[in-house]
């Protein structure tokens, strides 16, 4: 990997600073501090001085390029997406190409919603190829956001395609995409790329309120890390069991796939012939991903859960 090249157009354009926040902040520590001082001032004075909450800090946004691929990262070396500049509508990573493992089970839903944007990758995919699809990402950082539109080709918002930079767990709580949602791709890292940042049975219990009755989570975790075993737990005790990790690939990578909605009993040789069927029309190598189910599930006959 080449060194990390670090472009602060994306955060400047995010985060504008405020040239007086610093003094405004001593002065209101010194207030704060003489308020404590006082032991007659009233609660509600007290109350009143009190900081409003602070914008969330995220860890640098940075890029580098090899080999005609341009890599996201958080200011370290955990690469968080990549492109490659030839192909920006091509899903680079093969862990991200599993991400779209859902195709092999469901017809192009309504509505499709990303998790976590990264490069914007999945998103700019559905967008392009899945055209009966709303597609939609959601992103907590808006220098996230920015790289993506900026770096990685992400189109702007238009009729089918929406960003929405809010938190992915006010997201699944909120009772409006409860029920909506045919495909839901889960991919919440943060710099340390030590599992998802959001990973509670709640979380998942929530994720699993948005899907429609027939619905499928894809979810990426890292299989050589023990934050694999506990969000697989938690995957299942949301799911009711009906989870399957695909094989590990890149440097720990595991697709979970956990369904929802009526029970599947298909056989292998079917899947195949849906495999076959999406590497020619959206160019996904969906074979890979039949092996992938069989190895996990100790099964070539049928696939059942």
């Known amino acids: 990997m080449t060194k990390l090249i670090k472009r602060a157009s994306a955060e400047a354009r995010a985060f504008r600073s405020d040239p007086t926040s610093a003094s405004k902040q ?30 969330p800090r995220f860890a640098p946004v ?17 690469v968080q997406g990549a ?34 944007l990264g490069t914007g990758s999945l998103t700019k995919f559905a967008h392009r190829f899945l ?13 996230v956001v920015i790289a993506a539109r900026t770096m990685f080709s992400l189109p702007a918002d238009d009729a089918r395609l929406t960003v929405r930079e809010t938190d992915a767990w006010e997201f699944v709580n909120d009772r409006a995409n409860h029920g909506t949602v045919g495909a839901l791709q889960i991919d919440l890292y943060d710099a340390t790329a030590r599992g998802p940042v959001l990973d509670s049975v709640a979380f998942y219990r929530a994720a699993r309120a948005c899907l429609t009755q027939a619905g499928v989570v894809t979810v990426n975790l890292f299989g050589d890390h023990p934050s694999f075993v ?17 094989p590990e690939v890149h440097d720990g990578n595991r697709i979970a796939i956990a369904f929802s909605g009526p ?3 298909v056989p292998f040789a079917r899947l195949l012939e849906r495999a076959k069927l999406i590497e020619a029309q959206l160019k996904l190598p969906a074979r890979k991903w039949i092996k992938g189910l069989q190895e996990s599930t100790g099964h070539t006959g049928t696939f059942a859960i």
């Open 26 to 55: 001593t002065i209101s520590r010194a207030k704060t501090r003489a308020a404590r001082d006082e032991d007659d001032v009233s609660v509600a004075a007290r109350a009143s001085l009190i900081e409003a909450p602070r914008k």
């Open 62 to 78: 940075t890029f580098s390029e090899e080999g005609g691929v341009r890599y996201l990262h958080f200011g370290t070396e955990w």
């Open 83 to 116: 492109m490659r500049l030839s192909k920006p509508d091509h899903i680079e990573l093969e862990y991200a190409q599993q991400m779209m493992a859902w195709l092999l089970f469901l017809e192009t839903p309504k509505r499709i919603v990303q998790l976590g």
């Open 131 to 143: 055209k009966r699809a709303q597609v939609e990402a959601v992103e907590l950082n808006p220098a």
């Open 230 to 246: 506990r969000n697989m737990k938690r995957l299942n005790e949301a799911f009711d069991g009906r989870v399957v990790a695909l």
């Open 263 to 265: 029970a599947i009993d």
